[in-house]
């Protein structure tokens, strides 16, 4: 019923575009932002009194102040403020509505809430993240919500709702025991919240499924289950063998497609680098050797930090103590990986965190962590577009790009929490939010 609604929408689509309600601007239609300052996303310099000229959906060229302005063109004044590429979220997950215990936690978004009202979830996280500038999320897997993100990315796309740019895993794949939902009698059989393989064929196979289905990355969980040892050493469970793994990178590379690794540490992290993964998700814990391999593949690193430094159980319970565990390693690999000069991007994992929170406080960490508050802004825009295979069209503000843009009144470089009260959002040249210009 799902699939071939979705066919009867494509067809349609490729014969008359539709248009719902967000208007976008006709092509010839030129706009014109004065931007105060403006931070191109890529280089370290900062500019200032630019102007930025949109034509239709794309950035047409970036001038100085003394540049003829058409006169038909619309100005949107920024002047009194700093001006940047859209923001891009590498680890989201749109389909989650949060992990609070005392809501009954993660297995509630799956036993208690129907397709329908995740999917009214996922089109308000949509909003919420194009409202705080977020213009473009790698959505990694829909917890249990199927092949949800490639029809929320859909109804983006023909303008039914307003949300960011997605590109999408749909379902991941993990092993058995390897994925939550858990801890129910063994005569039940519970729904999951990946695709649960055993066996390279059976990987291969999910890989081929999601990829079929419209998966623009696949994700992997290379750990699942973490604990702190008698030593007081951070052990989390290994899933899929290396065997396993390599049919899903090769398969996925085939399809010209990445393959990120939800890895905390230890031996499940060292198979998802063997095994050659795109990029390492979370890497709690990462050994100096792992560094180097790392910056030898050219991995990419999107540590997620706010979601370690919330919510922790009692410091006296085993939960407790895997808490603080899991930060106090964290710290030390996030140092490192800045030190080693890893391709680092930005990821906020919300969805695990309620929506409600803010996106930009991972800012916060990672300049807390020592990042400059200008290598933080790369990390969340040309470094995420090159991980993306979207450099130059996204995450930078120059000839020929998308027109995604920010605006924040205050300086990011000096305050980069500035960042989380982002006061102007254009996105394909359309604007979503202006509470600066007249
Ligand atoms: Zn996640």
Redesign the pocket.
């Known amino acids: 019923m799902k699939k071939s609604l979705g066919v009867a929408i494509l067809l349609s689509l490729s014969v008359t575009p539709v248009r719902g309600q967000a208007p976008a601007p006709p092509s010839a239609q030129v706009s014109v932002i004065r931007a105060g300052v403006l931070l191109d996303g890529t280089s370290d310099s900062v500019r200032k009194n630019q102007l930025i000229f949109v034509r239709g959906n794309r950035i047409e060229k970036v001038a100085d102040a003394s540049a003829q302005i058409p006169a038909e063109a619309t100005v949107i004044d920024l002047s009194s403020a700093t001006v940047l590429p859209g923001l891009i979220d590498s ?1 989201t ?1 749109i389909f989650l509505w949060g992990e609070d215990p005392a809501k009954g936690g993660y297995d509630e978004n799956i036993l208690k809430a129907g397709i329908a009202l995740r999917a009214a979830r996922a089109t308000f996280a949509c909003r919420r993240a194009l409202e705080q500038g977020f213009t473009t999320l790698r959505d ?1 897997e829909t917890e249990g919500a199927g092949y949800g993100d490639i029809e929320i990315k859909q109804a983006i796309e023909e303008g039914t709702i307003p949300g960011p740019r997605i590109f999408g895993a749909t379902r991941a794949i993990s092993t058995t025991g390897g994925y939550n939902l858990e801890g129910y009698a063994p005569e039940l059989e519970m729904p999951k919240g990946a695709q649960l393989v055993d066996g390279p064929v059976e990987a291969r196979k999910a890989a081929r499924q999601q990829l079929e289905h419209g998966a623009d990355w696949i994700k992997v969980y290379m750990t699942h289950r973490s604990w702190v040892d008698q030593q007081g050493k951070l052990v989390s469970q290994p899933t899929l063998t290396l065997e396993e793994l390599k049919a899903v990178v090769d398969e996925t590379h085939g399809w010209g497609k990445k393959v990120a690794c ?1 890895a905390y540490n230890g031996i499940g992290l060292q198979r998802a680098l063997d095994g050659a993964c795109d990029s390492i ?1 979370h890497g709690l814990e990462i050994t100096d050797a792992q560094i180097a391999q790392m910056a030898r593949q050219g991995t990419w690193y999107c540590p997620t930090i706010s979601p370690y430094y919330g919510d922790w159980a009692p410091a006296d319970t085993p939960g407790g103590k895997r808490d603080r565990a899991r930060a106090a390693v964290h710290e030390g690999s996030f140092k490192k990986a800045l030190h080693a000069h890893l391709k680092i991007v930005f990821g906020t ?1 919300i969805g ?1 965190m309620p929506w409600t929170d803010s996106m930009a406080q991972e800012f916060q960490r990672m300049v807390g962590f020592g990042m400059t508050p200008m290598d933080a802004i790369h990390s969340a825009t040309s470094r995420a577009a090159e991980m993306l295979d979207m450099k130059g069209e996204i995450g930078v503000l120059a000839p020929g790009a998308f027109a995604d843009i920010v605006a924040v009144t205050g300086d990011p470089l000096k305050d980069v929490s500035v960042l989380e009260h982002i006061r102007f959002v254009m996105k394909d040249g359309a604007v979503f939010k202006n509470e600066i210009a007249k």
Request: cysteine-free; glycine content about 14%; charged content about 30%.
């Open positions: 680890h997950h990694l939800h998700e994992d695990g």
